[in-house]
C-alpha cells in the first residue's frame, strides 16, 4: 500500500491501514479457498473479514467519512455504498457456509470490490485527509475508535489466529 505522503504516520491513518492490511491478508486466504472449492474455508475467512470491518467501517462512516465529505461528496457516497454491498455478501456467510450456489461468485466479486475500495481509500482518501482534516476532526477520529474499541491490535490478532488456526493454500 501507498507510503509517499506520510499519512501513516497519524495513529488514526496507521490504524486503518494496519486494518486495511489484516483484510487484504484474509481477502488473499478468503479468494485460494473458492479458487480450491474450499467453501467452509471460504465463509470462515468472509467471517474474519466482516469482525475486522465492523469497526473499522464504524470509525469510518462515524468520522472520516463526514469530515471528508463536504469536499468529496460524490466520493465518500460512493464509498459508503461499497461498504454497504461488500457487507450484505460477507454477512450472508455468518450463520455458516451459504448453500447458494451463487455464494461463491457474490463472495469473489465482492473481495474484488473490497481490494479495490482499499485501494481508493490508501490513495484517496487517506492522503486527502492528511491534508483537509483540522484537528477537531483528527479528534472525532481518535473519539471513533475509542467508542467501537477496537485497536489494530485486537483485529490484528484475530486476523493472526484466523491465518494459524485455519489451513493455509
Known sequence: MCEYCGCQALDAIAELTAEHDAVVELGGQARRALDCGDLDLAADRARAIATVLRPHTAVEE?????????????????????????????AESAAGTPSDAAWPARLAHALTDLREHILREQDGVFPAAL????????????????????????QLSTASQDRTEGPTR
Open 62 to 90: 462515524e468520522a472520516l467519512f463526514p469530515a471528508m465529505a463536504a469536499e468529496y461528496p460524490g466520493h465518500v457516497d460512493l464509498l459508503v455504498a461499497d461498504h454497504r454491498r461488500i457487507d450484505q455478501v460477507l
Open 131 to 154: 491534508i483537509s482534516l483540522d484537528n477537531e476532526e483528527w479528534d472525532a477520529l481518535a473519539a471513533a475508535r475509542a467508542r467501537v474499541a477496537s485497536g489494530p491490535s485486537a
